[in-house]
């Protein structure tokens, strides 16, 4: 875009924010490459200037930074076979593993030591056969009985609180029994 000769400062303006990452990373090259190729000026620092596509760009201010030779455009070569079938078999072969021998001794070391701690909590675990239910699922029928007869026992005294309301005598009502706590 603009050469400041007495700075020595080269603005840049790219056509896409890509092309500026690249400008800025390979600053020092380019500078290299400029102060190379032309001797009567020297360039010290590059400025990279917001990307603008589309807009139309003045003219360099120096012919002289103009490269003295045509830049070749770079074409996207097709890779050759073998980049293929090396690409083929590396996608083929199983991955190699990624766990640490020492981690996954700790973890078998672990599950055992979990295993036993849990026998000895619950000792009579093994003496439960495949035929009688285990005794989560024996807290969980007992469970649903107790629920089942606590909600009898409400549809019970509410028919009984609006028959006596209905009938306009309070007395009627018995008394709730108490209840009892579970743990």
């Known amino acids: 875009m603009a050469f400041d000769a007495d700075t020595g400062r080269l603005d840049l303006a790219p056509d896409a ?46 012919p002289d930074l103009q490269p003295a030779t045509p830049v070749a455009s770079a074409e996207r070569r097709t890779p050759p076979d073998g980049y293929h079938r090396a690409i083929e078999a590396h996608r083929q072969a199983a991955p190699p593993s990624r766990v640490d021998p020492g981690i996954k001794q700790a973890v078998e ?3 055992r030591a979990m295993r ?51 009938a306009s005598t309070a007395a009627a009502v018995p008394q709730p029994a108490a209840l009892r706590t579970t743990a």
């Open 109 to 111: 070391r672990q599950t």
């Open 116 to 166: 036993e701690l849990s026998q000895r909590a619950f000792p009579d675990s093994e003496l439960h056969s495949d035929s009688q239910p285990a005794p989560i699922d024996q807290a969980r029928a007992q469970r649903r009985r107790q629920a089942a007869t606590t909600e009898a026992a409400a549809l019970r005294r509410a028919r009984t609180e609006r028959a006596a309301r209905e």
């Open 17 to 62: 924010p890509a092309y500026g990452t690249k400008l800025r990373w390979s600053a020092p090259q380019l500078i290299t490459a400029v102060n190379s190729k032309v001797t009567d000026t020297t360039v010290r620092t590059l400025h990279v200037l917001p990307p603008a596509p589309g807009q139309a760009r003045p003219a360099a201010a120096a």
